[in-house]
């Protein structure tokens, strides 16, 4: 049996999105509803998300991902990567609310892929492209290096590995934003021989809070400055398991 949003929750879902400084059309907030259908079948069999309360899949699923927008210079790039989408956070949020952008989900799960076919055939977003691979391998496909301007991701890994995952397939000047928790001073101070070896410096630190929670996540956005050498990414598993 499906589960769709409740009045309650399609009311906290809009009046969080406003607080965040955008709007939803009613057409938006019915590709939300359908969304959450799907999240909420799917993880009955598989195990998309952790989170299952309905409250928290619209604060800490949807409007956490839809907040990525508020990093400076967001909206610059026509074609974003969402790196490490797993259920697709924060790609498919960001792809309903602000369908001028076109987005390429890559994940390395193929049962995760197979989900978001589905979202993106039931929801109508035409214009998203899935990409199913390990980050160490879509960092040496000559389709995908240095060819992105903004890179995003949420929780994936540790500051030095996801940059060695990003950084490789942003153009020079590209941007990547990623999401940090109340570590995220410790983390930057960790990531700075990665930074300096794939050539990117800090170019905007934001803070936003998540309407109706008191998670305050904050948005560091990388510039890559030059070019990344051909030693990286390494093989896969390498990253994680010896960061720089």
């Known amino acids: 049996m ?4 409740t009045p309650d929750l399609i009311k906290m879902l809009a009046e969080g999105i406003r607080e965040l400084n955008f709007d939803a059309t009613e057409e938006q907030i019915q590709q ?13 069999k598989m195990n998309l998300t952790a989170i299952t309360e309905p409250e928290k899949i619209i604060t800490h699923h949807f409007l956490d991902s839809i907040s990525c927008a508020k990093a400076p210079g967001f909206f610059e790039a026509t074609q974003v990567l969402d790196m490490g989408t797993g259920a697709g956070f924060p790609g498919i949020p960001l792809q309903i609310m602000f369908p001028q952008q076109h987005y390429v989900l890559m994940d390395s799960l193929a049962k995760r892929v197979t ?39 949420r929780a994936v890994a540790a500051l030095p ?3 060695e995952y990003v950084i490789p397939l942003l ?19 960790d990531a700075e021989k990665a930074m300096k070896e794939f050539n990117v410096v800090v170019a905007e630190i934001r803070t936003v809070d998540i309407p109706y929670t008191d998670l305050k996540h904050t948005l560091i956005v990388f510039q890559k400055t030059g070019a990344t050498s051909f030693k990286y990414p390494r093989r896969p598993g390498i990253p994680s398991k010896k960061p720089l």
């Open 171 to 189: 153009k020079v000047g590209g941007r990547f934003c990623c999401q940090k928790g109340p570590r995220w001073r410790e983390e930057l101070d």
């Open 2 to 5: 499906s589960q769709t949003m």
């Open 161 to 163: 590995v996801l940059l």
């Open 32 to 44: 939300f509803n359908h969304y959450y259908e799907l999240l909420m079948e799917w993880n009955e």
């Open 115 to 153: 989900f978001l076919e589905t979202v993106i055939k039931r929801l109508g977003l035409a214009q998203v492209k899935l990409y199913h691979a390990r980050a160490e391998q879509a960092g040496r496909n000559t389709q995908h290096r240095e060819q992105y301007r903004l890179a995003v991701s």
